[in-house]
């Protein structure tokens, strides 16, 4: 003998939304678990994904220069949240100050530039202490300085 249901609908749209949930559940999950590893982010991420493609001597030596500098990676990183968000904000502001906002942005690009040349500056030292081979690996690879 079967249930007889007061309101159908109300358990036909439960059963979707169960199903809907499900599939949306399975998307997102599937596209968190298929997506490439990049590797860490940041600028240690990149001296380390570098160093990756280098022979194992050089490989410590460059490890070595670049480690030296992970401290101010974290200060480095630090001061880039700041700025952007000192962006968002000047951006959010009401009313509107285009001044400030520019400000902002010139102050972000200050420690974008700041950023970039002392990574580069280890990165120059760094290399000094790789041997011919090291150096033409890490031309070679994909993560070399001047990737595109």
């Known amino acids: 003998m079967g249930i007889a249901l007061r309101?159908?609908?109300r358990t036909r749209l439960l059963w979707a939304s169960i199903a809907g949930n499900l599939f949306l559940g399975g998307l997102v999950g599937a596209h968190f678990a298929l997506r490439?590893?990049?590797g860490s982010p940041g600028l240690a991420g990149a001296a380390e994904r570098m160093a990756r493609?280098?022979?194992s001597g050089d490989a410590a030596r460059f490890r070595t220069v670049m480690d030296r500098e992970k401290p101010w990676y974290d200060i480095a990183r630090h001061?880039?949240?700041?700025?952007r968000a000192d962006v968002s904000r000047a951006i959010a502001h009401?009313?509107?100050?285009?001044?400030?906002?520019?400000?902002s942005l010139l102050a972000f690009q200050?420690?974008?530039?700041?950023?970039?040349?002392?990574?580069?500056?280890?990165?120059l030292v760094a290399i000094g202490t790789l041997s011919p081979e090291g150096r033409?690996?890490?031309?070679?690879?994909?993560?070399?300085?001047?990737?595109r």
């Open 136 to 147: 033409a690996r890490l031309a070679a690879s994909n993560d070399g300085p001047g990737r």
């Open 36 to 38: 490439p590893r990049m």
């Open 94 to 103: 009401e009313p509107y100050d285009e001044a400030a906002v520019r400000a």
């Open 7 to 9: 309101e159908p609908w």
């Open 79 to 83: 001061r880039m949240t700041d700025a």
């Open 110 to 123: 200050a420690r974008w530039d700041e950023t970039n040349l002392r990574f580069g500056e280890s990165l």
């Open 53 to 55: 493609t280098l022979p």
